[in-house]
């Protein structure tokens, strides 16, 4: 994961020394490396190496070797010898040098007092992936030298890996079957690779959208297939990409449940970490309503979502229906006061409870899309008298111009009123 350099106790390096080197860890297979050689005070440089594999081999390794002017040299397959040809450090591309490991493209070097900074340009064969250490080391005139110092870490995947794209992160309405993203593989030029093997699956954003219960392996997600007439059977499938076009569509079929989500994609054969895109599941046209002198709020920290910040979500127009609807009430029965406001929506609307238990069902179902609302009709403050109560229900169709209204028991004592606008 990385390398740590651990000085001695009194903070003043032996010399000669690999002052430092970059990167540190890489992950690119085209790779600009830096070292910054120290000798020991009038003492003359006599050879510098970068050694990069998985330990302190020569063999099937990518080997460089600094003897010292202009010319920088590249070992051979085994280690044994040098290959031949040298690069140039003059930072002009000219042949490039290379084995089986790596190839060298370009490189300076540039000197100041004590100091060596050498920059070599190399680019890294795909087939040589895996974890891999970079080491380094120099000698000078006093005979000393630094030894094999690690100084940096790279890690070079398989030859393809999976990405998932889109232009900006989508927002879907609940159970629609929409486009998501594209998933392709790419090699390690950037190319599109066709007829690469790709693992696509989604998750949920734990308590996304206020639900903060069922976040386990249980809680609903979306499915995903390669055509937009499905099959959704899975939110994890395996595909081949498009043979042509290296890109596959990825189709979702969103859950009734509005929250965050995320898609990932990897390439079967890659360890590579797996791209990803988020998208959302959800109503965009709803909006906060906050307490005011005509009701209070209730209900969010009693239904596993927070607070009643989160509860409490309309459409614009269902808000100003419930509004006009309210201010008629309170004029014909001036001593109520205030009203009650339960569930509204939540955030980005969709399924309130998501453990789909009783309370979850017709009409609570409604509250999924921002234009439903439950006045309290009994147990606590505010709520309307059952005498009242059909009143109410009344004018949520004649001021409000609801498109449904019911007082509704829940339990054996638990009334309230549910008006839909």
Known sequence: MGVWRVWNPSNVPALPIVRAFSPRIGVSPDQTLVARFEKSPGATYTGGWILVNSAVNGANACYLAYPGGTELYLLNDTGSALQPGSITLTGSITSPLGNSQCTVISGT??????????TVNVSFASTFNGNKFVY?????????????????????????????????????????????????????AGNLLPACPVDVFTLPYTNSNAHFHTDGPTRPRSRLSTQSGGPFNSSVISLTTDALSGQTPIYAQTTDTGQQEIVLACATASPLPCASLNYWVGYQDLYYVA????WILIGGNRTGHGNDDFNHYMT?????????????????????????????SLPFGGRFDIEAGNRWRNPHIRHMTGRSVDIRGSLGASM??????????????????????????????????????
């Open 109 to 118: 070097v540039a000197t100041s007092s004590n100091e060596i900074v050498l």
């Open 136 to 188: 380094s080391g120099m000698t000078d005139s006093t005979g000393n030298n630094t030894g094999w110092q690690p100084v940096g870490v790279m890690y070079f995947p398989s030859s393809a890996f999976g990405a998932a794209a889109t232009t900006s992160d989508p927002f879907f309405a609940p159970s629609t079957t929409s486009f998501l993203a594209y998933a392709f593989c790419r090699n390690f």
């Open 291 to 294: 307490a005011r002198s005509q």
């Open 316 to 344: 614009s127009n269902a808000a100003y229906a419930l509004l006009a609807t309210t201010d008629q009430y309170l004029a014909a029965h001036p001593e109520q006061g205030t009203i009650a406001v339960n569930d509204m």
């Open 384 to 421: 309307i008298p059952f005498q009242y109560q059909q009143e109410f229900k009344a004018l949520c169709f004649t001021v409000g111009g609801a498109t449904y209204a019911e007082v509704e028991l829940i339990g054996s004592s638990a009334q309230h009123i549910h008006c839909d606008f």
